[in-house]
């Protein structure tokens, strides 16, 4: 359990910053299987983590931001998460973190309770890093950044977040892939205080402690692709029902070649009932089954025969190494993050976005040549430690303690140059 930090004349005044702790730590395993044990050392700092909500509704942004706080708990850090609360906060508190309710909405005439409940929230916990996720938690907290001595971390989960400008506010950023980077440089982010750290969840307690998954009331028919995302126009959903329509169409030519193909869309959100009218539309909604959203989709993971992501943007979704990790034959995008997460096109097949006639091939190819999709799903398992959580972890720590750093020496050379102005005759320097 996280300790809050009495404030007073031992605190660090001025920017001096105090002592580092180091915790020792034996590395056994990762998400891609055991690994040569390692210890790894690390300054033990006090950690917040803001939030809009801890809900366990799939999104992905507060999945990350779950998974880091749990590892880096593990890891012996003092963190806290703060937000509107959900039901991941049973597994917070499993590891030992606070959570602290906090308010954060858009609504501009909250944003005066919201500082003075995040400065509250500072003063109880006095952190060393105050970590946003989402923008209107890097709002508050650099309101209170002007007068704290916390170093501020943003991660840009998403380059399409209207209000992603705000992160500058921060002391340093982080996008989730090199798209997103090269977007928010093309907005004028310098990029010496931006950094890229791609999402990867493999190995995380969200996921690995959860009960063994049961198997699905009726099981998949096949052929089958399955797709798990979001109802969300810019996951590309209707691009994978026009794809699936030509499947379908090629199919019914050929039926001794292909049986009649089925498609499952886990997930849900508002553009679902827009999707199940195209599918209607298309004349395929008889094969395309529409599940809503699932807590523990790894049953269709494995009895999927090939896995689908068709999005037009997408910066590094978690669910792609789900799916890898599963073995899943994957075709998706060459969009955002997914190609950093597919190495390249090595672990999957890429195709461009807002093509659907072109995934049509690549997805019907998939399901009539047997051994090329057992090859891909092969792939998909190699070289995994990349997407595990460890490798996340150990990125975001090493950004802290440089943006630690940088930030006492900043403090440093103004605590300099104001004692050289009081030094100095009618305020000359």
């Not at 366990?56 to 706080?69: C, F, K, Q, R, S």
């Not at 003063?123 to 501020?152: E, N, Q």
């Not at 002391?171 to 090199?178: E, I, L, N, T």
Request: with cysteine; aromatic share 4%; proline share 7%.
């Amino acid at each position: 359990m996280s300790r809050p930090k009495q404030r007073g004349k031992n605190n660090e005044q001025d920017g001096a910053r105090r002592p580092e702790r180091s915790s020792t730590q034996t590395k056994t395993n990762s998400a891609a299987g055991d690994v040569p044990a390692r210890v790894q050392t690390a300054p033990l700092m006090r950690i917040v983590h803001l939030a809009n909500h801890a809900q366990t509704i799939g999104n992905g942004t507060v999945n990350m931001m779950v998974d880091l706080a749990c590892v880096q708990a593990r890891m012996g850090q003092d963190v806290v998460v703060a937000s509107s609360g959900g039901g991941f906060e049973p597994l917070l508190r499993r590891h030992g973190i606070t959570h602290i309710p906090l308010q954060q909405s858009r609504q501009p005439w909250r944003v005066p309770a919201m500082i003075a409940g995040f400065n509250r929230l500072i003063d109880r916990f006095d952190p060393d890093i105050v970590h946003a996720h989402m923008m209107t938690g890097a709002l508050i907290s650099r309101f209170g950044s002007m007068r704290r001595r916390f170093a501020l971390v943003t991660t840009v989960h998403h380059e399409l977040q209207k209000s992603a400008s705000l992160v500058r506010a921060g002391d340093h950023m982080v996008a989730v892939s090199r798209g997103v980077a090269t977007e928010l440089e093309a907005r004028g982010m310098r990029p010496e205080r931006m950094s890229v750290v791609l999402n990867g969840s493999l190995g995380a307690p969200r996921i690995a402690l959860r009960p063994a998954a049961r198997p699905l009331p009726v099981p998949l028919a096949h052929p089958n692709i399955v797709c798990v995302a979001g109802m969300y126009r810019r996951k590309g959903i209707a691009d994978l029902l026009q794809a699936f329509a030509l499947v379908r169409e090629q199919s019914a030519q050929e039926r001794e070649f292909l049986p009649e193909p089925n498609l499952y869309l886990v997930g849900d959100g508002p553009d679902r009932g827009a999707m199940e009218a195209l599918a209607d539309e298309l004349g395929i909604a008889s094969s395309v089954h529409f599940t809503g959203f699932v807590a523990d989709p790894r049953p269709y993971f494995a009895g999927a025969d090939v896995f689908a992501l068709l999005s037009r943007q997408d910066p590094s979704p978690l669910v792609i190494a789900e799916a890898r990790e599963a073995g899943c034959a994957i075709v998706a995008t060459r969009v955002g993050g997914i190609p950093e997460m597919l190495d390249d096109g090595a672990a999957g097949v890429l195709v461009p976005p807002g093509e659907p006639a072109l995934a049509a091939a690549k997805l019907r190819w998939l399901l009539l040549d047997a051994p090329a999709r057992g090859q891909f799903a092969e792939r998909a398992r190699q070289n995994l430690q990349p997407l595990s959580v460890e490798r996340v972890a150990a990125e975001y720590m090493a950004i802290y303690q440089h943006t630690l750093a940088e930030r006492a020496a900043v403090n440093r050379r103004q605590i300099t140059t104001d004692a050289r102005r009081s030094r100095a005759p009618d305020g000359a320097v």
